[in-house]
């Protein structure tokens, strides 16, 4: 959902496919990177190479507090980042008059008990 997405892209579009990834502009400032370009990306296991199909900003700065960002399709981010079937943070959003309390109960009472919910 667009509005849950505060990355908006300053160039070129984001990845069409699983080797393809956009960079914040930071980095792209810095490196010299556009999109076509192909770059290494460093993760917990061996680097892999992917293309850079875009360029995008965290809302309106040019990165998220300095931090260099990369940006994957969520197939790809599932197998580079997380454990088969985890993930670390799921955000969402509620009908009109809902509260934030009211819907971390809902999700806690539809989620296992190992799950904490803020």
């Given at each position: 959902?667009?509005?849950?997405?505060?990355?908006?892209l300053s160039s070129?579009?984001?990845?069409?496919?699983?080797?393809?990834?956009?960079?914040?502009?930071?980095?792209?400032?810095?490196s010299g990177y556009?999109?076509?370009?192909?770059a290494t990306v460093?993760?917990?296991?061996?680097?892999?190479?992917?293309?850079?199909?875009?360029?995008?900003?965290?809302?309106?700065?040019?990165?998220?507090?300095?931090?260099?960002?990369?940006?994957?399709?969520?197939?790809?981010?599932?197998?580079?980042?997380?454990?088969?079937?985890?993930?670390?943070?799921?955000?969402?959003?509620?009908?009109?008059?809902?509260?934030?309390?009211?819907?971390?109960?809902?999700?806690?009472?539809?989620?296992?008990?190992?799950?904490?919910?803020?």
């Open positions: 959902m667009d509005e849950l997405n505060p990355w908006v070129g579009r984001p990845p069409a496919n699983d080797d393809e990834i956009v960079i914040d502009q930071t980095s792209a400032d810095l556009q999109p076509g370009d192909v460093m993760t917990k296991g061996a680097p892999h190479e992917f293309t850079v199909s875009g360029v995008a900003r965290f809302g309106e700065l040019d990165s998220p507090a300095g931090a260099t960002a990369v940006l994957f399709t969520d197939t790809t981010a599932a197998a580079m980042l997380a454990a088969p079937g985890e993930a670390n943070a799921v955000a969402m959003t509620a009908d009109p008059g809902v509260s934030q309390s009211a819907l971390a109960a809902a999700v806690a009472a539809a989620l296992d008990s190992d799950v904490e919910v803020i």
